[in-house]
């Protein structure tokens, strides 16, 4: 198709040709620019095209002229203006989406941006809820909190087909949830330091709460912390933990729930403690015993050593006797040759 754009001022003037459509509508100009005299005409071509994405329905497409008066070659103002439209009508297959942030009370969380991908590529965004005709396929729908990412859902849209996607916003959790065990010197549990960092990305909540569940062993409620308005950010808050009546053997499991005018927000992971009251005491038993063991290892060797080394003494003794009393006998058999000797010499 075609527009036709004259000039019936009485100077020449220069002409430039754009045109609005839907992003997935593609539009080629013969010409885009051009001079016109007095009383002259110009035919400018429009071809369009739709992407293979572009959504089935009626649209609407306009092609623009923005008249300048020149002097010379230069435009120096624009002295008119003005516009053809066309109804353009897209066929194909098309699906209805739409999507819509909620907290955990079911109100459209406002501040959430949406933001809708096909194949990684987005093509919608929106505030709090997100509605769009779209082309049948597969998409995932994001929400983000200042900047975070709050909720995700993957989903196909079928020909025809018209679907609504909630997301449960992520706006308030525990970015640190611990319990601590804290012992004296000889191993004795004394109490469970609890620790919980909540960050709250939606808006300031009234009259919050975060009470501590501990089950188990026990069945407590207990509030650790309170405040009339729980702000944007984190949170810290500490709570030290003794049972009611005291430590037993067995498991303590720990949760945590963040509440505002009776809501929960959020809720922590599970943590557990195993307690056993008793292991101190069968540790010293058992480290008496070891120590009782040992002495007794100890004076054994000891006794074998004396008595090796008395034996050896003994053995000694005996051998020192017995040298003692060879020594005597040699001098004895000495004294008898001398006497021989000294009779033999008479005898000569």
Not at 30 to 41: D, F, R, V
Not at 52 to 70: C, L, M, Q, R, S
Not at 285 to 310: P, Q
Request: with cysteine.
């Amino acid at each position: 198709m075609y527009v036709v754009i004259f000039n019936k001022m009485d100077r020449p003037v220069l002409v430039n040709v754009t045109y609005e459509a839907p992003e997935f509508i593609k539009i080629n100009l013969s010409s885009t620019g051009y001079y016109l005299n007095p009383n002259e005409y110009r035919k400018v071509y429009v071809e369009l095209k739709a992407d293979e994405d572009a959504v089935p329905g009626n649209y609407t497409v306009k092609v623009i002229a923005i008249v300048y008066e020149t002097e010379g070659d230069l435009p120096v103002k624009v002295v008119a203006s003005a516009a053809q439209e066309a109804d353009v009508t897209v066929t194909g297959e098309k699906a209805f989406v739409e999507v819509v942030a909620v907290d955990p009370v079911g109100n459209i969380a406002e501040v959430a941006l949406i933001k809708l991908f096909k194949e990684n590529y987005e093509i919608a965004s929106a505030y709090g809820k997100l509605e769009k005709r779209v082309t049948p396929g597969n998409y995932t729908a994001v929400a983000y909190l200042l900047n975070e990412e709050a909720a995700r859902k993957s989903f196909t849209l079928k020909p025809d087909e018209h679907k609504r996607i909630e997301l449960l916003i992520k706006a308030v959790y525990f970015e640190v949830f611990d319990v601590l065990p804290a012992r004296d010197q000889e191993g004795r549990l004394g109490y469970a330091q609890v620790i919980a960092v909540v960050k709250n990305l939606y808006m300031e909540l009234p009259n919050t709460t975060i009470v501590l569940h501990v089950t188990g062993n026990t069945n407590e409620t207990i509030e650790i912390y309170k405040t009339p308005k729980l702000l944007l950010e984190r949170t810290e808050a500490k709570y030290n933990y003794i049972p009611e009546g005291g430590w037993k053997d067995g498991k303590y499991i720990f949760q945590a729930k963040v509440i505002s005018n009776g809501v929960v927000y959020a809720i922590s992971p599970k943590k557990e403690l195993e307690v056993s009251v008793a292991k101190p005491i069968e540790k010293a038993i058992s480290g008496v015993v070891i120590a009782i063991a040992l002495l007794l290892i100890l004076a054994v060797l000891l006794i074998l050593l004396l008595f090796r080394r008395r034996k050896r003494e003994k053995i000694l003794e005996e051998i020192y006797g017995n040298l003692k009393r060879s020594l005597e006998t040699s001098r004895e058999c000495v004294g008898d040759v001398k006497e021989m000797n000294e009779g033999l010499k008479k005898f000569v």
